[in-house]
């Protein structure tokens, strides 16, 4: 795992096709725990688009070389080496057949084929197929796979691969065997196995075409009445791929499979997708409505894969986003739609409000960092750093920016050339481009700086009204500000950004939008300015009256938009605008704005104060009936802590954690008695339901529940959130009810109920995993007290029976809780957070690279903090960059500190 030499620095620049090319794989697995054998026969022959080479290059990594043969007779000129194996003087075709051994028993990276409660498991993607056989380990080597499994029946009864079986049985010595085939080419990322004791929930549906599909969630026995919520989701992502997109399942059955020991949320492995438990397991009593949601969009997102990533390929790994960014596209709108269907705009915005949050709080941070890079990088040291928000999220802005400027019909039709041209290759972000392109008649050329360019762009606006002339103009400026580096060096010129715009009349209602030129002003209030110049005017005629702008509606492209609404104008779009994200953005500008304010008095000493106006806009929605309670929940819910102190010209994590508690202290007295009746008003008795609908009055009880923890005099909320925890029939209400409880307790020195239902929480749910993640993350999180610093918590949680280091959910729910999002406890000034930090970093270095690198960027931002803070941040990477062995941290921290 060590690998201490100087890294390689692999660029895009620098592709090039494979010098030889593999048609089909044979792999035979031998399984046992600590010495599994692998027999790999492959179809070679020379790639003719590619220079000729004398060797073949074949990536390995922690593998024994047994033995090699060439057209069946064995085969000399091979030199193992600790990267793979070096073959001379190969012939132009040839089937190579190689055997190797691994020890998946001791494979503590989760990479490659490894062990998790005595079942075998694989993760491939990116390069973890070179830890299971020698390989051309790259997604642009595409070939057939048939595998055969062969185990010890009593400890694996179920054997599976991709693809489709075709034979299985017994073998002599209690072994059984069962063989696979994959019809599709694939890339060897997409390659997976498992075996052990599993069970099943199955259904049979048909597709469009009518042909009956098997579908399978396999689960351990125990959890197998926590998988109908997995399965509904998958059947149902199935059928909205058919409608949306005329994409149906092009296996006969198509499997899910949950494993507890997982780096990431799930894999697309061509028809057996491996999930992590947290995206599979659900039932009331042990998921929360953010769980069942998460569960639905993570199976929706996998199960699109099989499409926009398998049949069409990455061409190589700086193309990661044509995959990700499109299938987090797909699976937000599919989200969207389970809520909302096409036409309800209310529902529809509190997704995108979601999925705007999560952007706005990580990827602009990223885009602000040392890490800052391209949607399409352009060079990497360890790819497994690169699963990043920039390539997901940001990426699928840039999907919904096609769909934005073509309309759903639009979009169609350009992933159909899509499809049509690229299906069953490997291939790059520019060739999905020009199939939207071609597909609507544009030209997109420009479009492409949105790929190469890296950085937050922020969009300066100007108005300017005649009231003679009836005119109104917008002038929208575009640049980077004070970007990072790396968008500095990054930019070619301007972009095209779709800027949807409405104008508002006086009386809150939608004015028409007539631009200069036109005859007539189209039936559309929304209009989608195509901003191409460094600085545009659009000018629009007969406005008969002043107008308030809703400037960039829906979020129509990810950029920051400079405006200098006053408070009065937050307050009038949070009350009449027409574009329900752009009402609740009134909102959070307006509580951005007050609470960066309070925020610098508190770094001076001096008094905070909320103008009454605020609390009002605040009532306003609170108590607004006509507004659904679940937009209600995340309009009412104040900017993070973590958004807030990046919006500071120096961060102080403290100063923003005084700020906003005084807030809801402030919002939580003065509206005590709407708090209350929203909190009886939005009850949902009787059996738990996980639908949007009731999903929203849960969120909004809870969210006043939350507030009234802040009372200057608890003792009301403490009753209601014991009486809720007592009597909840479900997570969501229970594990809300913890936390008011855990809140309250802080604000007042402690308290006998909130220990008592942490004790009982444990109790009752010590068998169930995932349940147990929650019990930490809400007291890693908690908002601790001078008396009680949540460190002290934290370190005392590390010791107790449950934890397990080598699991990334538990690392996570404990570690990366505390130091991602408990900022003001782990940027406490004695530095004792980052101590913390760093010792972490190094223990999981030597046990999981890739979950240490994702440990490591919580403090890559260090340069933009107090100066006291700095020092021991920049004392923290340093001790981490002297002792980190892998590649993965290596890059982060050496990052950091250039």
Known sequence: MADTETPNVIRRADYAPPAFLIDTVALEFDLVPERTVVRNTMRVRRNPDASHASTLELMGEQLEFVAAEIDGVPFANVRAHEHGLTLGNVPEHFELTLTSLCNPAENTTLSGLYVSGGNFFTQCEAEGFRRITYFLDRPDV???????????????????????????????????????????????????????????????????SGKEKLLQVWVEPHDLDKTRHAMDSLINSIRWDESRFGLELDLDRFMIVAVSDFNMGAMENKGLNIFNTKYVLANPETATDTDFANIEA??????????????????????????????????????ADMAGGATDEAARATKRIEDVRVLRQMQFAEDAGPMAHPVRPESYVEINNFYTMTVYEKGSEVVRMYQTLFGRDGFRKG?????????????????????????????LAQFERWYSQAGTPRVSVRTRYDAAQQRYSVTLTQGYGEAASAARETQKGPLLIPFAIGLIGNDGQDLPL???????????????????????????????????????????????????????????????????????????????????????RATTGVPLQLDDSVVDAFARVLTDETLSPAFRELALMLPSEAYLAEQMAESNPAAVHAARQFVRKRLANALRKDWLAVYEKHRTPGAYEATPEASGHRALKNLALSYLAELDDPAEAVRLASAQYDTANNMTDRSAALSALLNASAANGGSV??????????RRFEKEPLVIDKW???QATQRGSAQRPVIEIVRKLMAHSAFN???????????????????????????????????????????????????????????????????????ALEKVASQAKSRDVREIVEKALA
């Open 142 to 208: 595409m070939a057939t796979f048939t595998v055969t499994l062969r185990a010890s029946k009593a400890d694996y009864p179920v054997l599976l691969s991709n693809g489709n079986l075709l034979e299985e049985g017994d073998l002599p010595d209690g072994r059984h065997f069962a063989r696979w085939e994959d019809p599709f080419r694939k890339p060897s990322y997409l390659f997976a196995l498992v075996a052990g004791k599993l069970v099943a929930l199955e259904e049979r549906v048909k597709s469009g």
């Open 298 to 335: 993570v199976v929706g997102h996998e199960y699109f894969h099989n499409w926009t990533g398998n049949r069409v390929t990455c061409r190589d790994w700086f193309q990661l986003s044509l995959k990700e960014g499109l299938t987090v596209f797909r699976d937000q709108e599919f989200s």
């Open 415 to 443: 992933m159909d050339l899509y499809f049509k041209r690229h299906d069953g290759q490997a291939v790059t972000c520019d060739d999905f481009r020009h199939a939207l392109a071609d597909a609507n008649g544009r030209d």
């Open 514 to 600: 007539q631009l200069e030129g036109e005859t007539s002003a189209p039936d559309a209030t929304t209009r989608v300015l195509e901003f191409t110049q460094t600085e545009q005017t659009f000018t629009f005629v007969n406005v008969a009256q002043e107008p308030l702008p809703s400037l960039l509606r829906n979020f129509s492209a990810p950029v920051i938009v400079e405006y200098d609404y006053s408070a009065g104008q937050l307050a009038f779009l949070l009350a009449h605008d027409s574009d329900p994200f752009n009402r609740w953005e009134a909102g959070q500008r307006l509580a951005t704005r007050e609470l960066l304010t309070l925020a610098g």
């Open 753 to 762: 109920q909130a220990q008592q239902a942490l004790d009982d929480f444990y």
């Open 776 to 778: 930490f993350a809400l």
């Open 805 to 875: 280091l080598k699991n990334p959910n538990r690392a996570r729910s404990l570690i990366f809780s505390f130091c991602a999002a408990n900022p003001a406890q782990f940027h406490a000034e004695d530095g004792s957070g980052y101590a913390f930090w760093a010792d972490q970093v190094i223990a999981l270095d030597a046990i999981n690279p890739q979950v240490a690198a994702r440990l490591a960027r919580s403090l890559e931002l260090w340069r933009r903090f107090t100066p006291a803070l700095r020092d021991g941040m920049r004392a």
